[in-house]
């Protein structure tokens, strides 16, 4: 298996994709010639021209909707935008059409299309180009979120995500674009939208994350085994909607300790879903209050770098957050 | 040489060369990591557009850009050392550390800031237009917008808005040839997009070459008298930037002929022509002004790098919910 990098992974998820099935093009600024601004569709306008990479002006509202219009219609398109920032313009698209479609024509119509978004922060990108956004999306009913968190999962859940017939959005952890490698099948594989994925077995307590948290949990959780000999589960999401409950309660169910690690602002924050499961249907397998670490409450991260580091959750504030609960 | 007199231009070329030093200086520095983050967006080669047109204003007029910022809050007179402390993220910066290099603000002199988010400052600056209308205080709204802003919703709506509602804004397009990496042509139907004004029933004050700092002004200055009496005006400036989107964007290489051609209409020649030709003595005064500006830029270089940085509680300052 060779090893690559989460966005080499993306890209070749896409490139498969694009050889496969001819209704799939991708859309969105600057993702054509200049091939994205991460460059995750580089090479890519070389192979199949402008008709399938299409460069749309500065308008997320309609790289989204125009998206919708076509799978609608019968093509398949994959959406950039080009940070999850800007997604917010095109949040009435999404929540409004793509969302809604299939069940208000009463199946008439669905919306085979793929918004894919980097997100997060912790490099140095300021109260623009920082966000976590998968919260907001996780509250609708009708679309499908992923956030991959290795390249196996990268690619397999973009491939997934394209021949989805429901709208996806793949939240990428941009921080992770490069510095996060791993081994990719060789091969045709998809990777299932729906089950997580167990990163690191445990029996100590269960650590619950997604996308650069999973690393960071993993680094914490190697670091509290050797110092301290506490035995972390750590389970991905990496599907957040649909969520997998029963790996949820499983791990839960062999721990009775749940630390749920998520970078986006605390309050409602994806966590707090995955925590009410635990209380809901978990409560006999009880032995600690569900603990929750993520980012502040406020409204941004700031720019600079000393008030970055004070937001983001990094392996240091996980590892005493494990410690804290493991003595519990 | 319109209706300035020589220190009005001696002032146009001070700020012109000051705004070129900090930013020579913030390149270098960002090169070094003493200035951090993603980004960062120079307006080096569009600087005739800023200062000529800001220029035309009153200082109690008020000024609203997108992230490429440096020059406009410093043509619009914000303190040269906070600027500097904002873009090393310091705790005396105009925004407390928190907003960097594309959130300038600076309250104090109707400098409402820099927006990341392209296009999302134009409904707000229809809505400082509001209430100078709804108040009758005669200010006018001077808004930049990109080439690539165009082609957002934000720029449409805010357009008839300030149409119907007969808004004091001049809308001036900063047409540089290219969102990132997208040329207009690519991104827009119609590429002379001062046209955009008609459909709209805005004033059409046209093209003006934004790489003359006089020229700009002139425009500015009737499309700003005739904002204040009467709604809004839209100018586009051709102009250029010298460099890549941010300046670690490697995107944008061979386009030297096409700079070139640009580089050698420089604003600040263009402007040191202008006033040599009105006093062919002035050399001294315009090697003066370069020495200042450059001072100027070290004692705010020193002035960050000797600020607190930010900590913890400023973190979860300003917050009310
Ligand atoms: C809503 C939104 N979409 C995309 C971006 C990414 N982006 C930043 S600047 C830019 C190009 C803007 O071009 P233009 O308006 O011409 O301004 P210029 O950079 O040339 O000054 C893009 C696509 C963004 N910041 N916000
Ligand atoms: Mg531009």
Redesign the interface.
């Known amino acids: 298996m060779p090893e690559m990098t989460l966005i080499d992974a993306l890209r070749e998820g896409m490139d498969e994709e694009l050889a496969r099935d001819p209704r799939v093009f991708i859309t969105g ?2 993702v054509g ?2 091939g994205g ?1 991460f460059r995750a569709t580089m090479g890519l306008f070389e192979k199949y021209g402008e008709g399938r990479l299409v ?8 790289i989204v909707a125009i998206g919708i219009g076509a799978a609608l219609a019968g093509l398949r398109p994959i959406c950039e935008i080009q940070f999850a ?2 997604i ?2 095109a949040f009435n698209q999404i929540v409004n059409e793509a969302a809604k479609f299939y069940y208000r024509s009463a199946g008439q119509w669905n919306v085979p299309m793929v918004i894919r978004a980097p997100y997060g922060g912790g ?7 920082s966000q976590s956004v998968e919260a907001f999306f996780c509250h609708v009913p009708g679309l499908k979120v992923v956030i991959p968190s290795t390249p196996a999962d990268a690619k397999g859940l973009l491939k997934s995500a394209v021949r989805d017939p429901n709208p996806v959005l793949i939240f990428e952890p941009k921080k992770g674009y490069r510095s996060i490698k791993g081994d990719v099948p060789t091969g045709e594989y998809t990777t299932p939208i729906g089950p997580a994925r167990i990163a690191r077995e445990g029996s100590d307590l269960s650590v619950y994350a997604y996308g650069m948290m999973v690393h960071y949990c993993e680094k914490a959780a190697e670091q509290v085994a050797r110092e301290d000999g506490i035995q972390c589960e750590v389970i991905d999401l990496r599907t957040l909607l649909p969520v997998d409950k029963e790996t949820i309660l499983q791990s839960f169910k062999k721990t009775g300790k749940a630390l749920i690690v998520y970078e986006d602002n605390l309050t409602l924050g994806y966590g707090s879903e995955v925590s009410a499961i635990l209380s809901d249907e978990g409560f006999n397998y009880m032995d600690a209050p569900i603990k929750r670490l993520a980012g ?4 941004a991260v ?6 970055q580091e ?2 983001m959750i990094n392996p240091e504030k996980i590892a005493h957050a494990i410690r804290e609960l493991a003595a519990y | 040489m319109a209706d300035l007199t020589k220190e009005q231009l001696l002032e146009m070329y001070r700020q012109m060369v000051l705004i070129r030093r900090f930013e020579e200086r913030c390149e270098e520095l960002y090169a070094q990591r003493k200035i951090g983050g993603v980004y960062l967006h120079l307006y080096n080669g569009q600087e005739g557009t800023g200062v000529g047109s800001m220029f035309a204003l009153k200082p109690s007029d008020h000024v609203i850009t997108a992230y490429r910022d440096h020059g406009i809050g410093i043509a619009k007179g914000a303190d040269v050392n906070r600027l500097m402390a904002e873009m090393f993220g310091k705790r005396t910066g105009v925004s407390g550390g928190k907003g960097g290099s594309m959130h300038l603000a600076d309250r104090s002199v109707n400098f409402w800031g820099g927006y990341a988010i392209v296009g999302g400052h134009l409904p707000l600056a229809a809505g400082i237009a509001l209430k100078s209308k709804y108040n009758d205080d005669k200010e006018v709204v001077l808004s930049f917008i990109g080439d690539g802003a165009t082609n957002n919703g934000y720029f449409h709506e805010s357009l008839n808005l300030s149409a119907v509602w007969d808004l004091p804004v001049v809308w001036l397009i900063e047409n540089n040839l290219y969102g990132m990496g997208t040329p207009v042509e690519v991104s827009t139907g119609q590429p002379e997009l001062h046209k955009r004004a008609i459909a709209y029933g805005i004033k059409d004050f046209g093209r003006v070459d934004g790489m003359d700092p006089l020229a700009v002004y002139a425009v500015a200055k009737e499309a700003v008298a005739y904002a204040r009496e009467h709604g809004p005006a839209l100018i586009e400036s051709i102009t250029y930037r010298y460099k890549g989107h941010g300046v670690s964007d490697r995107l944008y290489q061979r386009r030297e002929q096409e700079m070139a051609l640009y580089k050698a209409r420089d604003p600040l020649t263009v402007m040191e022509d202008h006033l040599k030709q009105l006093d062919p003595g002035v050399e001294s005064a315009l090697a003066a002004i370069d020495a200042a500006a450059r001072e100027t830029v070290e004692a705010a270089i020193r002035y960050a790098e000797e600020s607190p940085d930010p900590t913890y509680d400023d973190l979860i300052n300003h917050i009310y919910a």
């Open positions: 600024e600057d010639k200049r601004v460069d749309s002006p500065l308008a997320e509202l309609s920032d800007f917010h313009p490099i140095g990108g300021g109260l623009y180009h502040a409450d406020v409204p700031p720019f600079s770098h000393p008030l004070a937001f």
